[in-house]
């Protein structure tokens, strides 16, 4: 089992910036890489960013080039830099971590509010 614990969400304005963090614990040395995903109104929950054990990262279009996924190894965390927010990035946001049995864990998620 691995536990996802999402912070940093908030209210910014248009054009602002917030950095999500997302802590993992419990079995982690069987994470093969770990994301951040939005719900959308449909409930539907696209990626936003994904970034592996090699470092090597995917971005939605509609977030490359303002947004960046990282970690940190030694704290078994990842984060999300989001820069020039756009009302339309409002959104939940959540965690996930997928294993080498690619089972999926979810965290609880934060909420991103951009206003105009």
């Known amino acids: 089992q691995v536990q996802l614990v999402e912070s940093g969400g908030g209210l910014v304005q248009a054009g602002g910036s917030l950095r999500l963090s997302c802590a993992a614990s419990?079995?982690?040395?069987?994470?093969?890489?770990m994301g951040w995903y939005r719900q959308t109104p449909g409930n539907q929950r696209p990626l936003v960013a994904s970034?592996?054990?090699?470092?090597?990262?995917l971005y939605a279009d509609s977030v490359r080039g303002r947004f960046t996924i990282s970690r940190d190894s030694a704290k078994n965390t990842i984060y999300l830099q989001m820069d020039s927010l756009k009302p339309e990035d409002t959104a939940i946001y959540y965690c996930?971590?997928?294993?080498?049995?690619?089972?999926?864990?979810w965290g609880q998620g934060t909420q991103v509010t951009v206003s105009s």
């Open positions: 996930k971590a997928r294993d080498r049995f690619r089972r999926d864990y």
């Open positions: 419990g079995s982690i040395f069987t994470v093969n890489s």
């Open positions: 970034i592996a054990t090699d470092d090597s990262t």
